[in-house]
C-alpha cells in the first residue's frame, strides 16, 4: 500500500486562500487523522486528494500514480479509487441495506456480489438489517452501511469528513471498533477528518494539526500531546 503525497499545494476559492504551500505524505495502509479549527481547510485537503477539486497550484501523488500535477488534474475521481464519507451520508432511500452496499459491486461488474455484501455486513453486525430500508436504520447503522458501502469497493484510500460527528458516543465507539477491526486484518490508507482530538488521538497512527490552511504539527499521538507548539497546548486540552 503506497502512500498520499500532496506537494506545495495552493487552493483559493474565490479569490480567497484556504490552503499555502500545503506539503504532506500519509502514509499507506496508515490512519492519519486531520485535526483543526473550523475552516482551516481539512476537507479541502480531501477534496482535492479525491479530485473532487484542482489546486491552483501544487502535485498529488496516489499509490505512486501522480494524479494532479501544476494545478491540472490528470487522474479524474472516478478513476482515483477513493471512498469518501461525509457526515451527511448519502444512502440510496428506494434501496435496502444490502442493495446500497451492492451498487458500486453491481456497476463494476464484480464477480462474487452476494459473499462480498455478505462478508462486509457481517464484519459491521448488519446482517439482520440487510432487508431494511435507510429510513428504518437508526443513525450510526446508516453511517455503517455507508462505510460498508465504500469499502466492499476496496479503495486505496478511504477520505472520512467528520463522519461520526452526530453519533452519540457510545453507537460511535462501536463503529471505530468495527473499523479499526477491519482496518487491522487488511490494511488500506484512512484520512480521517475530525474536530475531536481525543477521537483523533484515539485512532490516528498519524496526526496532522492544521491552522489556516497550512500544517502547524504532526507526527504520533504522543508527539502531539507533548508537542509544546503554543496554538497547540491552547487547542489540545488532555
Ligand atoms: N466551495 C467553496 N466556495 C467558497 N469557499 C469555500 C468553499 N468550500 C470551502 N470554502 C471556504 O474555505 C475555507 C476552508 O473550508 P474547509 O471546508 O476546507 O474547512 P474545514 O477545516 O473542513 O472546516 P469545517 O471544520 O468547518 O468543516 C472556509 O473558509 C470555507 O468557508
Redesign the pocket.
Known amino acids: 500500500m503506497s502512500d498520499i503525497q500532496l506537494s506545495h499545494i495552493d487552493h483559493a476559492?474565490?479569490g480567497?486562500t484556504?490552503l499555502r504551500d500545503f506539503t504532506h505524505t500519509f502514509a499507506g495502509g496508515k490512519i492519519t487523522c486531520i485535526l483543526?479549527?473550523?475552516?482551516?481547510?481539512?476537507?479541502?485537503?480531501l477534496?482535492l486528494i479525491a479530485g473532487l477539486e484542482a489546486p491552483g497550484n501544487g502535485s498529488i501523488v496516489v499509490n505512486d500514480e501522480r494524479v494532479t500535477e501544476n494545478g491540472k488534474i490528470l487522474v479524474p475521481a472516478y478513476k482515483r479509487r477513493t471512498g469518501f464519507i461525509f457526515q451527511d451520508l448519502a444512502l440510496w432511500p428506494h434501496f435496502t441495506v444490502y442493495q446500497n452496499v451492492a451498487f458500486g459491486l453491481n456497476e463494476h461488474h464484480a464477480k462474487n456480489v452476494g459473499q462480498k455484501v455478505k462478508d462486509m455486513l457481517d464484519l459491521f453486525n448488519l446482517s439482520n438489517e440487510q432487508k431494511k430500508y435507510p429510513h428504518q436504520l437508526s443513525g450510526g447503522q446508516k453511517q455503517m452501511v455507508a462505510i460498508a458501502r465504500s469499502l466492499v469497493l476496496r479503495p486505496q484510500a478511504l477520505l472520512m469528513?467528520?463522519p461520526l460527528a452526530n453519533i452519540d458516543i457510545q453507537v460511535k465507539s462501536r463503529i471505530l471498533e468495527h473499523l479499526l477491526s477491519i482496518h487491522q486484518a487488511d490494511p488500506f490508507t484512512i484520512i480521517y477528518?475530525t474536530?475531536d482530538h481525543k477521537e483523533a488521538l484515539d485512532i490516528g497512527n498519524s496526526i496532522v494539526v492544521?491552522n489556516q490552511g497550512n500544517i502547524i504539527a504532526s507526527g504520533n499521538s504522543e508527539e502531539i500531546i507533548h508537542s509544546q507548539h503554543i496554538f497547540l497546548k491552547s487547542f489540545i486540552k488532555t
Open positions: 476559492y474565490g480567497q484556504v483543526g479549527p473550523s475552516g482551516c481547510g481539512k476537507t479541502t485537503v477534496r469528513d467528520e477528518v474536530h492544521m
